[in-house]
Nanobody, 119 residues
Framework: QVQVVESGGGLVQAGGSLRLSCAAS????????MAWFRQASGTEREFVVG??????TTYYADSVKGRFTMSRDNAKNTLQMNSLKPEDTAVYYC??????????????WGQGTQVTVSS
C-alpha cells in the first residue's frame, strides 16, 4: 500500500518558522510530483508548492514565494516555512501524483498536519 505521512506542524507566533516533513512509501515516486496544499477552515484547498519530478524545478504559490522553501529527495521532502503570517494558518497536506496546481491530479494524500500562526 502507498502511504504519505506529514509531520512537523504546530503553533508559532507571526514571524516565526516551522519545518514540515513528508515521506511517501510503497513504491518509487521519483518521476511523480510531490506537492503541498493547504486548507484553512471553511475554504477550498489551495496549492502551496510543487515539485514535478525529483531533481527538477520547484514551483511556488505567489503567497509563499520567498518565505517557503521545499527541498526534495525522491520520495521525501521538507517544507521550510519562514516569516510565517497568520494567513498561513491551515491544515497542510502533502500530495503525490501528476503535477498541477489543482488537487485533482494527485492520487495520494497525507492525513494533514495543522499549522497555526498567532498574531
Amino acid at each position: 500500500q502507498v502511504q504519505v505521512v506529514e509531520s512537523g506542524g504546530g503553533l508559532v507566533q507571526a514571524g516565526g518558522s516551522l519545518r514540515l516533513s513528508c515521506a511517501a512509501s510503497g513504491r518509487t515516486f521519483s518521476s511523480h510530483s510531490m506537492a503541498w496544499f493547504r486548507q484553512a477552515s471553511g475554504t477550498e484547498r489551495e496549492f502551496v508548492v510543487g515539485s514535478p519530478w525529483s531533481g527538477g524545478t520547484t514551483y511556488y504559490a505567489d503567497s509563499v514565494k520567498g518565505r517557503f522553501t521545499m527541498s526534495r529527495d525522491n520520495a521525501k521532502n521538507t517544507l521550510q516555512m519562514n516569516s510565517l503570517k497568520p494567513e498561513d494558518t491551515a491544515v497542510y497536506y502533502c500530495a503525490v501524483g501528476t503535477y498541477s496546481r489543482s488537487p485533482g491530479t494527485y492520487a495520494y494524500w497525507g492525513q494533514g498536519t495543522q499549522v497555526t500562526v498567532s498574531s
